[in-house]
């Protein structure tokens, strides 16, 4: 469950309420969505001493069923977005299709993310999976959430659907991730295709993959044990 931990340490980087974000018609979650974030947090401090289960029921499904009932049942397509790039996707791309789109701060998704993160830790794994993609429905371009995905596959040892989640997530990070969490994002991905590709036996695709790590954080003691892990595989194959 390391990884995870990492995965949502990231996560909390991001507690504010973006500005940009393209808000519609229900303006009231607009002016409440710092209580919601203040929510998330508690529960997140209740999980983290043990009790994954009372956050998700008392403070993350909270949340969740406050935004589906002020967003839910209508044909308005909704995102989650972390900064105006991605904003801009999602409304390009709902135009695209001819439909009507409005853009939400990320509070509605990270909700589902980290009832997804409890339920992982409570080992209910298929579920877990259900959460994150509710996610990475809001926010397509979620780095964070793609990464989460992949690494639940990874633990499925679905390695081809483990391999597409990080790789989409590594390109998500590249255009998406805002500033603060950017070479964190990249790294998650990174290190998670690494560990699929040393698992399918493509070595020197891992190798490229943590030399990459490092060549953006050289203090990345993962990627540097990986990298050495790889190295000595190689030598003995």
């Not at 469950?1 to 979650?29: D, E, H, I, N, T």
């Not at 992949?150 to 633990?155: A, E, N, R, Y």
Request: charged share 25%; aromatic share 10%; proline share 3%.
């Amino acid at each position: 469950m390391k990884a995870v931990r990492l995965f949502f340490a990231g996560l909390m980087l991001l507690s504010s309420y973006p500005s940009w974000c393209q808000q519609g018609s229900v303006a009231v979650l607009a002016d409440e969505d710092s209580k919601y974030v203040a929510v998330l947090a508690d529960g997140r401090r209740l999980m983290e001493s043990g009790d994954p289960d009372e956050a998700i029921k008392e403070y993350f499904d909270r949340v969740l069923s406050e935004f589906d009932a002020a967003y839910g049942g209508n044909e308005m397509r909704y995102y989650c977005a972390r900064g105006p790039e991605e904003s801009l996707l999602y409304l390009l791309t709902a135009a695209g299709n001819e439909q009507s789109a409005e853009v939400l701060s990320s509070t509605w998704a990270d909700g589902h993310f980290m009832k997804g993160y409890a339920l992982l830790e409570m080992g209910h794994l298929s579920e877990a999976r259900s959460s994150i993609e509710r996610a990475i429905a809001l926010s397509p371009e979620n780095s964070q959430y793609l990464s989460e995905l992949g690494h639940i596959h990874q633990l499925l040892k679905e390695w081809p659907k483990a391999l597409e989640y990080f790789r989409k997530a590594e390109m998500s990070a590249e255009a998406f991730s805002p500033p603060t969490v950017k070479a964190f994002e990249l790294g998650v991905a990174r290190r998670g295709m690494g560990y699929v590709f040393v698992e399918l036996g493509r070595l020197d695709e891992a190798e490229d993959k943590y030399l990459q790590c490092l060549a953006a954080d050289p203090n990345d003691v993962r990627a540097k044990n990986e990298l050495e892990y790889v190295r000595n595989l190689k030598v003995t194959q």
